[in-house]
């Protein structure tokens, strides 16, 4: 059977990519199933730069076609950022509480007509034959002025998905991943990943 | 003599314009020497948004010709941003320190070649008859890895202007003016200013 990496860590992201390409030929493995390589630090100026790094590096290190991701949150009023800088906004040592509450406190005085963000999610899918397949996902709404919700994770509890009157913390796994940035790119991705099988 | 408002608390900003305009036939009022009126927040997406709505906003209040200004610093790698919020980026009960650090830890991945930043100055003058003239001065340079110098304020230790070996805040207050974002545009509104002496 064709194998796939998935440069990544992530149990719900595996379990996910492999829930998607059951039945489709294809083996899923993660990080933690091939031997290790040094992994370089995600420095990038996009999205779409980290990831088609991080799987590249991953071909170079494995031989194996690889797919890796890189997402965040791009918030109009500040320009786009955190953008990759979104899982360190508040700094290397702070967590996904501190990232949020500095981005609700940068915006305080932002009114609500300009609080507008989009989720963004970039996944690379590339070939040792050097193809790379890049796409984007994007999940539009806005931010509340303060948390609600426990599921999901990062910026979640303050994201409002356009349409909702939920954030996208008080929706399901399952809720989420039918219309989330992440959900959106995989979907993209599906038909180059489903090709593997055949090649 | 006409009067001219600038609408700032700031003694240093006052004695400035005072110097500049000295003989020009031009008396410079600051906030502290007329009627108090109550001051809107800064809520706009731009300096010049800003500086223009301090202005009119100073011109409604007193019937004086207005001069006001907003500035910050624009760092690159985080797409222009602090921006207007440059007082406020580690949020709203923080100070320089504080937010000259979260620039740093935020730009700590960031390799030097992307580091380039530049410190921008709006400054606009409003008129009773709504002329209004908005000018904009850069002064362009790059973000060190710790502060250095003890001059200036806000983000001076950690910016290193193109061409310079020392800090903004290692610079003197008078080789800081004949260059930075403050004295250019000040120099571009300059001719406007001395033109009210003879309207």
Redesign the interface.
Known sequence: MTQLLLASRNAKKLAELRRILAGAGVEVLGLDEVAPYPES???G?TFEDNAVAKAREAVAATGLPSVADDSGISVD?????P?V?SA?????AKNDAANLN?VL??L????DE?RTARFVCATALVLPDTTEIIVRGEWPGSLVRGPRGTNGFGYDPIFLPDGETRTSAELTAAEKDAVSHRGRALRLLLPHLKALSHA
């Not at 305080?108 to 009114?111: G, K, N, R, V």
């Open positions: 630090p995600e420095t100026a009023a500040l320009n786009g950022m953008g800088l360190r906004w508040a700094g290397r500095l406190e940068q305080t005085d932002i009114p300009r």
